[in-house]
């Protein structure tokens, strides 16, 4: 009972702190895009709680319990791939300064391929969002103890309410408040979970060998290439980054976020791990920091927690829905972010978009990592028109599209013919990747461009200069 009162108590607080702060949020700019003023310590908070999602921690955390240590390798990804966004995209991505992600298709090859680029993440994105509302389902079902459906619509409807009336700007604040009570959240899994360990007898470790046996070397690289190629055209980062005061802030936000990314899943492999050399049940893998809140904190720990975990996935729910709505705004109805005209468009859409994505959350999401993953097919499939769009001039509107859809097709097909059981990211990232670049490189020869197309790209450039 004194948990769910300092939950419920909590939450209620920041809501209506958020509902005197966000009081001068009016315009579009400022709901959707922050007014593109984001300095680096906030950028960095919400970056990394844009990734620090519940259906993240879910999904990753269980390795611990059938891999140990050697789950640490599943994080890696997270560090590898937001690196290489920062290294590639990071400034570019905000030297260009639009509000979509898939912008950039129409800008530099063709609007008609910017829509098609923003149908696909938008596919994508109704994948993540979905995962992640059945996450925090299962993360909060041991202490509401609620039908699924049920308690799935009850906590898409709060997390659009909190977020309703400031829009980004609410988010980030939010991610502040999230990232530093992750931070303390993160060490209590640990420290409680390694107390419990210390106090009794732990059975035989889990080798090396042993948790490459459940996570493959070959599954984990296909994961590191899948990442860095999916991470470029990410809108819910992107849109993040428009929101950056500066290419200097964007660069270094999204380098310190890689780390903490990677630090912040890492420490719940390690409790999860615990648990099993503790010998501990779980009623399932993926119920692992579900049952450390339950089983080890204290009261009145336990209700901060899940404020925590549950603001976690406020704030990457509301980020993605937030990008969503700029791109059915810029490359659907083909409307400008305004500076003047007042939120009522942004709002409505997200409303739209959170019942699509409960929908599909109760409809189709059943195991959390493998269809995380599996949303990333449409993403993984643009990778070769975003890198030619900022690093080659040869590429052209054709082979951006041939490109696509090889790819789209190619990982689809991997999933259906291989399986979860075959690994098919192997297949998917290995040989995916490159024949996505191949074949654009080898249209973007045999079909030189067109004067229109050397014109567009002419006018992408001057922008980017910028």
């Known amino acids: 009972m004194l948990d769910a009162v300092i939950f419920a108590g909590l939450l209620l607080f920041l809501y209506l702190w958020n509902i005197y702060r966000d009081r001068k949020v009016t315009t579009e700019i400022a709901y959707l895009l922050a007014n593109r003023s984001t300095g680096i310590f906030a950028l960095v908070c919400t970056l990394v709680m844009t990734e620090f999602n519940p259906s993240t ?72 969002t979905a995962n992640y509302i059945k996450s925090l389902q299962i993360l909060f079902n041991p202490i509401f103890n609620l039908n699924e459906k049920l308690l799935s619509l009850l906590i898409t409807f709060v997390v659009v309410l909190i977020t309703w009336r400031g829009g980004l700007f609410s988010i980030i604040r939010t991610d502040v408040y999230g990232f530093l009570g992750t931070l303390f959240f993160i060490g209590m899994l640990y420290f409680f979970t390694k107390r419990g360990n210390s106090e009794l007898n732990p059975i035989q470790t889990i080798s090396i060998q042993e948790g490459q046996k459940v996570l493959p070397i070959p599954f984990i690289f296909s994961l590191i290439i899948l990442t860095m190629f999916t991470y470029i055209a990410a809108p819910w980062y992107g849109q993040k980054i428009f929101s950056a005061l500066n290419k200097r802030v964007a660069f270094y936000s999204v380098g310190l976020a ?15 791990y615990n648990l099993k050399l503790m010998n501990f049940p779980l009623e399932g893998t993926d119920a692992g920091i579900s049952t450390i809140v339950h089983k080890f904190f204290p009261f ?54 959170a019942s699509l994505s409960y929908l599909i959350s109760i409809t189709f999401i059943d195991k959390l990592l493998d269809k995380l993953i599996l949303a990333n097919i449409p ?56 024949v996505i ?25 001057e922008r980017l200069k910028l």
């Not at 890696?76 to 509000?99: H, I, Q």
């Not at 013919?417 to 040989?431: C, D, K, R």
Request: net charge positive.
């Open 57 to 128: 921690l879910v999904a990753f955390s269980q390795v611990g319990y059938i891999a140990g240590i050697w789950g640490l390798a599943l994080p890696s990804v997270f560090l590898f791939g937001l690196l290489f966004y920062t290294f590639t995209v990071a400034e570019k991505w905000k030297a260009l300064n639009v509000s979509s992600v898939a912008e950039l298709f129409t800008l530099r090859y063709h609007p008609w391929l910017g829509k098609m680029a923003s149908l696909f993440l938008l596919l994508a994105m109704l994948g993540f």
């Open 258 to 272: 890689s780390v903490l990314v990677f630090l912040l899943y890492s420490f719940p492999v390690l409790s999860v």
């Open 437 to 461: 670049f191949g074949v654009g490189i080898f249209i973007s020869y045999i079909f030189p461009q067109k004067e229109w197309e050397k014109e567009k790209i002419e006018k992408f450039y």
């Open 379 to 434: 993403v993984a499939s643009l990778s070769f028109g975003l890198l030619a769009a900022f690093y080659w001039k040869k590429a052209n509107t054709l082979s951006v599209i041939i490109s696509a859809l090889v790819g789209f097709t190619w990982g689809s097909f991997c999933y259906i013919y291989f399986g979860e059981q075959g690994m098919y990211t192997w297949y998917w990232a290995v040989y995916g990747i490159p």
């Open 300 to 353: 009145g720990f336990k209700g901060f927690a899940y404020l925590v975990l549950f603001l976690a996935g406020v704030t990457t729910l509301g980020g993605v829905w937030s990008a969503m709505s700029t791109m059915v705004i810029v490359d659907f109805l083909e409307k400008d972010i305004s500076e003047t005209k007042e939120t009522f468009r942004g709002k409505s859409i997200t409303v739209v978009l």
